[in-house]
Every structure is written in C-alpha cells, then in structure tokens.
Nanobody, 114 residues
Framework: VQLAESGGGSVLPGGSLRLSCAAS????????MNWYRQAPGKEREWVAT???????NYADFVGGRFVVSRDNAKTTTDLLMNNLKPEDTGVYYC?????????WGQGTQVTVSS
C-alpha cells in the first residue's frame, strides 16, 4: 500500500486549500481513510476520517471548516480546508490501516500566515 499526498502550500488566514491523497496497492481500496497533521514541535494529531461508505468524523478543532471526501473508483481522498487559521499550519498526512498495519503518506506542508 502506498499513499501520496498533494495540494499543500502557503495561504493567508481565512484562505482555503484542498489536499488530496492517492492510495495504491492491492488492499488500498474499501477502507476508512484518515487525515492527520503535525505542527512544529507538537505530536501528530487526528483531523478527520471518512469510512468506506462515506460517513465522516472530524476533530473538534475543525469546527465545520474542513470537508473530507473520497472517490472510491480512484481510491483517493480529499480534504477541503476553509477559513484556515495560523494554528492549522503543519504537515498533513493521510493514513490507511490494512490488516492492523498503518500506512502513511509522506505528508504535505500547509502554512497559514499573513
């Protein structure tokens, strides 16, 4: 299983970014997909999960600003982030678990700064 994130960048506070994660590998489809982030000097934290059927869950700090989606045919998941704040700065990762083993992408940097 391989995961590859894209779409990070630098934005002003209040701006938006859409991150994408492409999964490949024989067992990569039909599983919940997760987004995490890691801010400088902090531990990695969970952001959102989308199940194989499309149900979603978000961390409290998201506050309705992010939307996670998936395209099962393409085994991709997107994270649309709106009204970004400086505290959203960090490296964003996607993760999928296969038979109890977690697979991570390399991460994509998001910087929110004026």
């Amino acid at each position: 299983v391989q995961l590859a994130e894209s779409g990070g960048g630098s934005v002003l506070p209040g701006g938006s970014l859409r991150l994408s994660c492409a999964a490949s590998g024989i067992f990569s489809s039909g599983r919940p997909m997760n987004w995490y982030r890691q801010a400088p000097g902090k531990e990695r934290e969970w952001v959102a999960t989308i199940s194989e059927t499309g149900s979603t869950n978000y961390a409290d700090f998201v506050g309705g600003r992010f939307v996670v989606s998936r395209d099962n045919a393409k085994t991709t998941t997107d994270l649309l982030m709106n009204n970004l704040k400086p505290e959203d700065t960090g490296v964003y990762y996607c993760k999928v678990a296969v038979f109890g083993i977690s697979y991570w992408g390399q991460g994509t940097q998001v910087t929110v700064s004026s």
